[in-house]
């Protein structure tokens, strides 16, 4: 069975605007699915957790549910799946506690290939702790972090390295297992940034070594809301700042007041979209695993992807006057456009006329912006999703076509 894009599209209520949606990278459009499980567990009794009444089992069940559906979705344990508000969030909680048990003179590893949500906790939890921070360099003309770049900083003082598992600006997805082995024969952890990573491509906890993995939801068709996952028995040596009458459990330890299920159940109806996704028999009708099926649509929706992204790479080509920043040799369907003496904030608002956003600016990846060069207005991002078709691309060309002209 092919990918069937249209009925892709036929599920997402938003594209009946008829813009062409390329700011995916920012938040992708929500399918129905998930909007309807939000308004099914907001609809149903809910009240605090618990095994008496309707309220507290359905509250009980969709926390579960949540969480198994994350762990099938990470190849992760669901005793390691942490609810909060962000990734960002999520990272700063993380950090002040590492920091807690950092002493002066070690060290932390970051990467200038990153979003600043994994970059400004470290940089500032080590100023506190009294810690040394080293700085991993991306080459700006191949875009590429090797592992060997970040290993250069690793050493025997090195208590954490943290690195994203694919650029949200240029697409780059480094060797996060070369990295882990590096971080860990050097008795560092490993905190990897899957925000972008995680809407595009499986992701195994396990073989990518990382001892901690974030990511975001709504960057998966899913609620506005961050996940953290990593080994039960890790996050039972972390003693988070808590209330003291809240429970002492892995993982809710980290989850600070009473859950919001709906967006939980949220997420889980996202899980089970893309696991919807899938193009072999099994994976379609629902008879493999959920994880075996969201392996099979990770590859369906990889090969559509990449597909698109060829051509709008063609496309531009055939332009002239453009840069594509995303040269990567393993990266996302993400492309950072630039323009020879345009800017591409003028370009964002040309395509915005014609109703295909493509936004501009860095993103909040602030180093790797001016690591390129580029300051921080950044460049166009063009940012493929699953819901993308050949029409979408189409219209992006002409709009750039017409604003060169």
Known sequence: MSYDVGAVRAQFPALRSGTAHFDGPGGTQTPASVAAAIGEAMSRPLSIRGAALPGEVNAEEIVHGFRQAMADLLGADPGGIVFGRSATQLTYDFSRTLAGTWSPGDEVVVSRLDHDANIRPWVQAAERAGAVVRWADFDPATGELSPEAVGAHIGGRTRLVAVTGASNLIGTRPDIPAIAALAHRAGALLYVDGVHLTAHHAVDLERLGADFFVCSPYKFFGPHHGVLAARPELLDTLRPDKLAPSTDAVPERFELGTLPYESMAGTRAAVDFIAGLGSDTD?????????????????????????????????????????????????????????????????????????????????????????LGLGESGGLRVGLSAYNDADDVERLLTGLAGFLR
């Open 283 to 371: 994976a379609a009708d629902g008879r493999g695993g959920r994880r075996e099926r969201l392996l099979s649509a990770y590859a369906a929706i990889a090969a559509h992807e990449s597909a698109l992204r060829e051509s709008v790479e063609k496309g531009v080509r055939e332009l002239g006057g453009v840069t594509v920043r995303s040269r990567a040799a393993e990266r996302t369907p993400t492309l950072l456009l630039t323009f020879e003496g345009r800017e591409a904030a003028d370009a964002y608002r040309a395509l915005a006329r014609s109703g295909v956003h493509a936004p501009a600016g860095s993103f909040y990846a602030l180093e790797a912006s001016r690591h």
